[in-house]
């Protein structure tokens, strides 16, 4: 148990579907992160959101949308995703301090959810 | 570009043996270096390196970051087949939060 929880942690959709990847963190943080990992690649940085503000977006396709209504939510909407999307979706927090750049602090992760488009 | 190079990709030792796991980076904005281990799931958070030349130690696990070479290294002693994982390193901006993952260095402890 991290501390941070993510659901479905198995997900199937076609193509045409929309459904919802869920995070929640309960370590008091109020950075949160989502990170794609595709087979044999590393980890790819998705958004990142620091006291509910999304703060990057790392050229992330629009069929992926944040969503960090408080610090200790994030969802990721996926809307007519590709079968090139299948792959791991990983939720993780941190400590932030607002106005501050970066803290140095550790990220902790959730378990991911695996997605596969078909 | 930002990146973070790890080597080997894979290797494959024996119970016992003791592995060197290296990781360079280029990163401009460096605050901190990152170890993970990943066994199937998510990545568990092993160390993390701001200072040159401090070595941090957790059991049989062992780091140590050079900031002006750029380069960190993992030690494990005594491996075990339960050290079987991929091994994360990151690079940590000072800018909001970035991390930089390198490919992963996949240990395979057999016995």
């Known amino acids: 148990e991290t501390g941070v929880t993510q659901t479905p942690r198995h997900l199937v959709m076609g193509m045409t579907n929309k459904k919802s990847l869920k995070c929640e963190q309960h370590l008091g943080h109020n950075a949160m992160y989502w990170y794609k990992q595709s087979a044999k690649k590393p980890l790819e940085l998705m958004f990142v959101y620091n006291f509910k503000e999304q703060t990057e977006n790392n050229s992330v396709p629009s069929r992926f949308s944040p969503e960090c209504p408080n610090s200790s939510h994030l969802f990721l909407h996926l809307h007519t995703l590709q079968p090139e999307d299948s792959a791991l979706y990983l939720c993780a927090s941190s400590h932030a301090r607002r106005g501050l750049s970066g803290s140095g602090n550790t990220i902790y992760f959730g378990e991911g959810s695996w997605l596969t488009v078909v | ?111």
């Open chain 2, 1 to 111: 570009e930002d990146k973070v190079v790890q080597s080997p990709l894979s290797l494959v030792v024996h119970e016992g043996d003791t592995v060197t796991l290296n990781c360079s980076y280029e990163v401009t904005n460096f605050r901190s270096l990152l170890w993970y281990k990943q066994e199937k799931k998510a990545p568990t958070f092993l160390f993390m390196l701001t200072s040159s030349g401090i070595e941090k130690k957790s059991g049989r696990l062992s780091s140590i970051l050079d900031k002006k070479e750029l380069f960190s290294i993992l030690n494990i002693t005594a491996t075990q087949t339960g050290d079987s994982a991929v091994y994360l390193c990151a690079a940590r901006k000072t800018s909001y939060d970035k991390v930089i993952f390198g490919p992963g260095t996949s240990l395979s402890v057999i016995p």
